[in-house]
């Protein structure tokens, strides 16, 4: 047993049988001899819902995953060219793959046995946007080993929409006869109108960032808290385990003792009998010599 296998293991099971799991490969690998192995897999954390949703996605449906990464690569490549025009064509993909990929989360789900809150749909097609425009984020999805639900709080806004919002930067216009200068006009024009589009786009995800960073410090204490608990509870359970073992063997004492008593009594009870027999053959000798 080594630390990858019991990762493969756990996080392909359903939430609700985690913990129970991941202590028992802990026990095992202490019972072995190997406590820094039992410390690792102790130090593993329940995923959410919506990760281990992500997770069997990744496991059952392993054709898409290389589907996404690409579209994710193209997705960032065209956001640093300023393409605008490629990048509302692969929006509109992105609407779409994502989309098929949560109703097949979804299906997955249903097949187990669960079922996706609306919340836990929401964080994993935020899972998917993280995965499209940033490709840390897509690395980690396609581990398959999410403890929770990834934000694309890095790259690009998660979709461009055609009418509006986004950065647009307009086709070059192809001058008409000799009017060069208006030529030159209208895309200085068009240039300006482009970087202010791209400034404030980046004033925005700037602020989107900090939120973000604030909102992933207040998860990270909270998923602190909640791991110093599950350590907490396991030390107890451990302690518990420890108890009952000593009381089962305080039990196994106390019968073996109650059986010596009994053992003993029996002995003692058998040598009165002995005494007093003894004690009667003395008193008739003792008759015998007096007539």
């Not at 609306?118 to 993280?130: D, N, S, W």
């Not at 209208?186 to 989107?208: I, P």
Request: overall charge neutral; charged content about 35%; proline content about 3%.
């Amino acid at each position: 047993m080594d630390l990858q296998s019991v990762v493969d293991e756990l996080y392909g099971v359903v939430p609700e049988r985690f913990t129970a799991l991941r202590n028992d490969r802990a026990a095992q690998a202490r019972k072995a001899g190997d406590r820094r192995l039992a410390d690792q897999i102790r130090g593993l954390r329940r995923p959410t819902l919506s990760a281990w949703a992500s997770n069997l996605l990744v496991r059952e449906q392993a054709e898409q995953v290389e589907p996404l990464l690409r579209l994710g690569e193209s997705l960032r490549r065209a956001h640093r060219d300023l393409d605008g025009e490629q990048l509302r064509e692969l929006s509109r993909q992105q609407h779409a793959l994502v989309a098929t990929l949560t109703r097949q989360a979804r299906h997955l789900v249903a097949a187990a046995g669960k079922t996706m809150s609306e919340a836990a749909q929401r964080e994993l097609e935020a899972t998917l946007h993280a995965v499209l425009a940033d490709a840390d984020a897509a690395q980690q999805w396609a581990s398959g080993r999410l403890t929770k639900p990834l934000t694309a709080d890095a790259g690009f806004p998660a979709s461009v929409p055609e009418a509006a919002g986004g950065v647009r930067v307009p086709a070059p216009r192809r001058p008409r006869g000799g009017g060069d200068t208006s030529a030159r006009q209208r895309r200085d024009r068009a240039l300006d109108h482009a970087r202010r589009e791209v400034r404030d786009a980046e004033r925005e995800l700037a602020a989107v960032r900090e939120h973000a960073e604030r909102a992933h410090r207040g998860a990270a204490e909270a998923a602190r808290v909640v791991q110093d608990l599950e350590r907490h509870i396991d030390a107890l359970t451990e302690q518990i385990n420890d108890t009952r073992a000593r009381l089962r063997r305080a039990n196994a004492d106390e019968r073996a003792a109650q059986d010596q008593l009994r053992h003993c009594d029996e002995q003692v009870q058998q040598a009165e009998r002995r005494v007093e027999t003894a004690a009667e053959r003395l008193q008739g000798l003792t008759g015998e010599d007096a007539g």
